[in-house]
């Protein structure tokens, strides 16, 4: 914890966001005096094919005890192609941990999850460096770089906090600095700043609704947001409660791992290892982002002894060294599982919003053909426009950048949660338990109930700030310091009780030691508390006398991760 230093942007004039994806990572970048150039970084260590993204894949030596870090982005990709891969094990989609509704298995790699993500973000942003630093910023060092750091809208506070200790670890920012030195970001929020841009040639004008479909690899996030024109341009606000699910393309590619095994049958368990991997590779980056439903899809096989031993090829679906695959049978066993999820989503949202002008699909599996004609199909009649942006799998980190350069053009966000502390309060007789009551001399009190900073739902401005003041008594000689239990749940109304089920411990606002050395044993000081929910993070300072303390909450269970 430290004390409140105002935090000033033009100290970090170079504006870095990174999109860090379940399958893809991203970058881009801009000066901040000049706001009208957003810079993307489109080449990568080893890349194989033409797309702006590097994988997130982490590749280890398995009798390394160190675990250090081999090889990551398509370097990682290539090294499991090659005959030594099987001293090797390559981490991918791990990013789907911090999705607490998930049931996922411990990692390949004796590591955290936290761990896994700051390897990573340590080479990436290494890389990065070196090609900023190659263009117009090589007059600058990397203390004048601030960051944006795009999160799922869908995760948890807890997971959100994963990333920026893992950005701490990998040295993007140092934890001494100023906590608005990285800034989180939502995705479908920072993709809604990229088509806001945009909002002249689709007509969106004031008090117009447009809503966000992110469809990445791993996550679907959505929001509505409105559009209100102001004498400073347009600001937007959430309609919605933004909400998603872990239904992205990664998903496709299961099922279609499935299918092949379906296919091949008894055969598939004789493989050689990286056969079914490569032909889902192959169907990822050729098959899936032009798939239509119309039309049959062929995909290569590789050269291997492996297919000599299949009976009859035909019925498999071989011909000419290639698999055919019927459009009716992707679309089936592959696409619609997911598609569905998304359609269902998409839903759920224009229920929330009532009205909405047009829906932007954005990010890699939002580029999908087959994905934009079943929403068009489902929502054309209620909603004018359905879009795919320009370099929609660009949506999310451009967005993050202008997100940087202007934070204040989202003015309000909804609340995804209540938060609240636990407070004693006066005891009700036939309402409360006799177990949570507690005799003082000013009366009789009811522990452990719940009161609420923020309601599930509610409308908050970014400025706005809830303050709470506590009073500490000095019983010690002994400096001490304190922590301040914040609690969160889900229902749309406040529980009455931090015991109640759905109710979890969140976080810890620290409070430094508040007495002052000369105050005597038994006397009171009142600290004030100040909270602010309208941001993505939730931010927290602690006044004691005329010192103003930022808090950088301390999350339970991010070890776990």
């Given at each position: ?73 398509w370097k990682a990709r290539m090294e499991m192609l ?59 060092q990397t203390d004048h770089f601030r960051y944006c ?35 989180l970001i939502s995705e479908p929020e920072a993709a ?370």
């Amino acid at each position: 914890m430290q004390q409140q230093q105002n935090f000033n942007p033009k100290d970090y004039p170079i504006v870095v966001a990174i999109d860090f994806g379940t399958t893809f990572s991203g970058c881009a970048y801009a000066y901040a005096q000049d706001d009208k150039e957003v810079i993307d970084i489109t080449n990568w260590p080893r890349q194989s094919i033409q797309y702006p993204k590097t994988p997130t894949l982490n590749l280890y030596k398995n009798d390394d005890p160190e675990k250090k870090l081999v090889a990551w982005g398509w370097k990682a990709r290539m090294e499991m192609l090659r005959p030594a891969a099987r001293q090797f094990t390559l981490l991918y989609q791990y990013k789907l941990h911090l999705d607490e509704n998930l049931q996922n298995q411990p990692l390949d790699v004796d590591i955290t999850v936290l761990e896994a993500i700051s390897h990573y973000l340590r080479a990436f942003h290494e890389y990065v460096v070196s090609e900023i630093m190659r263009g117009f910023a090589r007059n600058f060092q990397t203390d004048h770089f601030r960051y944006c750091l795009t999160v799922p809208a869908m995760w948890s506070d807890r997971a959100k906090n994963v990333m920026r200790q893992a950005a701490v670890m990998a040295g993007l920012i140092r934890d001494t600095d100023h906590p608005d030195r990285l800034m989180l970001i939502s995705e479908p929020e920072a993709a809604a700043l990229y088509c806001e841009r945009k909002c002249d040639q689709f007509d969106l004008n004031n008090g117009d609704r447009f809503m966000i479909c992110d469809a990445g690899g791993g996550t679907v996030d959505l929001i509505v947001f409105e559009i209100t024109v102001t004498s400073a341009g347009r600001r937007l606000s959430e309609v919605t409660k933004g909400h998603g699910a872990s239904c992205g393309s990664v998903f496709l590619d299961r099922h279609m791992r499935r299918l092949l095994e379906e296919k091949f049958g008894r055969h598939a368990a004789s493989f050689p290892a990286n056969i079914i991997p490569n032909l889902v590779d192959t169907f990822a980056d050729v098959i899936k982002p032009q798939f239509d439903g119309l039309e049959d899809q062929f995909l290569q096989l590789p050269a291997n002894r492996c297919f000599d031993d299949i009976e009859d090829p035909e019925a498999v679906g071989i011909d000419d060294g290639y698999l055919v695959l019927p459009a009716a049978e992707l679309k089936e066993k592959v696409f619609e599982p997911v598609v569905k999820d998304v359609l269902s989503l998409i839903q759920e949202q224009l229920t929330q919003a009532k009205d909405c002008q047009a829906i932007f699909l954005v990010g890699g599996f939002g580029a999908s053909n087959y994905l934009y004609s079943r929403v068009n199909a489902t929502f054309g009649g209620q909603v004018p426009l359905i879009s795919i942006p320009p370099r929609p799998e660009l949506a999310v980190v451009r967005g993050a950048v202008c997100v940087g350069l202007n934070p204040r053009v989202v003015t309000s966000r909804i609340a995804r949660r209540c938060y609240g502390i636990s407070s004693d309060q006066p005891f009700e007789k036939g309402k409360d338990p006799l177990a949570k009551r507690k005799f003082e001399v000013n009366g009789v009190w009811c522990i452990d109930r719940f009161s609420p900073y923020v309601r599930k739902g509610q409308k908050i401005d970014i400025d706005e700030c809830v303050t709470r003041e506590f009073s500490f008594t000095k019983y010690s000689e002994t400096p001490e310091d304190y922590n301040i239990a914040l609690y969160a749940a889900d229902t749309d109304e406040p529980p009455r009780y931090t015991t109640d089920p759905g109710v979890s411990k969140l976080a810890d606002i620290p409070i430094p030691c508040p007495h002052p050395p000369s105050a005597r044993l038994g006397s009171m000081v009142k600290v004030r508390v100040n909270m602010n929910f309208g941001h993505n993070e939730i931010k927290a300072e602690a006044v004691v006398g005329d010192k103003v303390y930022s808090t950088v909450l301390q999350f339970d269970a991010v070890d776990t991760y």
